[in-house]
C-alpha cells in the first residue's frame, strides 16, 4: 500500500510560481513511478507528467511542458510538481498517484494510488 499526501496550493497570479509536494508513505513507493494529474471544474482529469521510479526519467504534457519541472527526493520520500509561467488554464485541482513502475502511466488507470487532491487557482 502506497499513501499519498498533496501540498502546497494555492492562489497564485499568472505569470507566478507554485510548488506542490506529494508526501508518500508505503515501503514500495520507491519502486513506484509518480505521475501528476490535474482536474478543473467540468473537465475530466488531465495528465500533467510523471517521473521514474529513480527519478531519471520525466515526461510531460505538451500543455505544460517547458513550465513543470517534475522531481523526487527518495530520501525523503516525496515527489515535486514546479509550476512556473503559470496561466489561469491551469487552475484545476491537482493530483499525485502511484503506479507500478511497468506501466505507461498516461492514463489515470495506469494508477493504483491516488492523493486527495491540491487546489492550485491562477489569477487573470
Known amino acids: 500500500q502506497v499513501q499519498l499526501v498533496e501540498s502546497g496550493g494555492g492562489l497564485v497570479q499568472a505569470g507566478g510560481s507554485l510548488r506542490l509536494s506529494c508526501a508518500a508513505s508505503?515501503?514500495?513507493?520507491?519502486?513506484?513511478?509518480m505521475g501528476w494529474f490535474r482536474q478543473a471544474p467540468g473537465k475530466v482529469r488531465e495528465f500533467v507528467g510523471h517521473v521514474s521510479w529513480s527519478g531519471g526519467t520525466t515526461y510531460y504534457a505538451a500543455s505544460v511542458k517547458g513550465r513543470f519541472t517534475i522531481s523526487r527526493d527518495a530520501a525523503k520520500n516525496t515527489g515535486y510538481l514546479q509550476m512556473n509561467s503559470l496561466k489561469p488554464e491551469d487552475t484545476a485541482v491537482y493530483y499525485c498517484?502511484?503506479?507500478?513502475?511497468?506501466?505507461?502511466?498516461?492514463?489515470?488507470?495506469?494508477?493504483?494510488?491516488w492523493g486527495q487532491g491540491t487546489q492550485v487557482t491562477v489569477s487573470s
Open positions: 508505503g515501503r514500495t513507493f520507491s519502486t513506484y513511478k
Open positions: 498517484a502511484a503506479a507500478p513502475w511497468l506501466r505507461i502511466g498516461l492514463l489515470s488507470d495506469d494508477y493504483d494510488f
